[in-house]
């Protein structure tokens, strides 16, 4: 979960405005002290937005913020969002439905919540569960933009009938590997993880600062010591 902001589109001190970006595929949780989802401002016009999720825990904040100078040429569709949109800057809250009427945005984007998406949120594991409103809920590409041909573990997409929503397109599992780790570190990814029937998953083992890895066992069988497998 991200305690900061999430992704943000702005000027500051830069030579112009975030303008003309892809925002696609992306799953973004933000943690209860942490800012909007996605944040547009300072005249950052031309974004165009599709195939993500976005959900916040904060009590307020939500998952799409824009202001009025950045609204000229947006596009938003196809994502999987909160009731709690802004289209002034984060002066006013709104619901998605007031989102649409105001924006004219997100017409097939659906509000869903991490437990309905998630394979396992108490693992932080974030890809799709059979049955997630996500799965193929997304579309090929958008105002001219395309969508990203592979997902983050290099799965091709679309991988079923659509276009999933998020980071991962689902896999039905044939095989769930258990990952745990001892004190001091951590396994990446964690808890229960699906893998196609001849198919593969890495694993990142993390120590934590001044520690080292010892051993790794696979299916009761050591296999030394080593950071990825």
């Known amino acids: 979960d991200n305690h900061a902001g999430g992704i943000t589109l702005f000027q500051i001190d830069g030579a112009e405005p975030?303008?003309?970006?892809?925002?696609?595929?992306?799953?973004?949780?933000?943690?209860?002290?942490?800012?909007?989802?996605?944040?547009?401002?300072?005249g950052?016009?031309?974004?165009?937005?599709?195939?993500?999720?976005?959900?916040?825990?904060?009590?307020?904040r939500g998952s799409i913020a824009i202001d009025a100078?950045?609204?000229?040429?947006?596009?938003?569709?196809?994502?999987?969002?909160?009731?709690r949109m802004s289209c002034d800057g984060q002066?006013?809250?709104?619901?998605?439905?007031s989102w649409r009427s105001s924006t004219g945005q997100d017409a097939?984007?659906?509000?869903?919540?991490?437990t309905q998406l998630f394979f396992n949120l108490a693992a932080s594991n974030y890809h799709l569960k059979a049955g997630s409103p996500a799965i193929n809920a997304g579309t090929s590409g958008l105002n001219g933009r395309s969508a990203p041909t592979s997902d983050?573990?290099?799965?091709?997409?679309?991988?079923?009938?659509?276009?999933?929503?998020?980071?991962?397109?689902?896999?039905?599992?044939?095989?769930?590997?258990?990952?745990t780790a001892g004190g001091h570190g951590?396994?990446?990814?964690?808890?229960?993880?699906?893998?196609?029937?001849?198919?593969?998953?890495?694993?990142?083992?993390?120590?934590?600062?001044?520690?080292?890895v010892s051993?790794?066992?696979v299916d009761g069988v050591s296999i030394g010591s080593t950071n990825q497998h």
């Open 18 to 42: 975030a303008m003309y970006n892809t925002v696609a595929n992306n799953t973004v949780l933000m943690a209860s002290n942490g800012r909007w989802c996605i944040n547009i401002n300072s």
């Open 44 to 60: 950052s016009t031309s974004n165009t937005l599709f195939n993500n999720i976005f959900f916040n825990n904060h009590s307020t």
């Open 69 to 83: 100078e950045s609204l000229a040429g947006f596009k938003s569709d196809y994502n999987v969002v909160m009731d």
């Open 91 to 97: 002066s006013s809250i709104i619901t998605l439905a």
């Open 108 to 114: 097939h984007s659906i509000v869903a919540t991490p």
């Open 152 to 179: 983050l573990d290099a799965i091709g997409r679309p991988s079923g009938a659509g276009y999933d929503i998020g980071s991962y397109e689902y896999l039905a599992p044939s095989h769930i590997i258990t990952a």
């Open 186 to 212: 951590a396994i990446v990814p964690a808890g229960s993880v699906p893998v196609l029937d001849g198919g593969s998953r890495q694993f990142t083992i993390v120590p934590d600062d001044y520690y080292a």
């Open 215 to 217: 051993n790794v066992v």
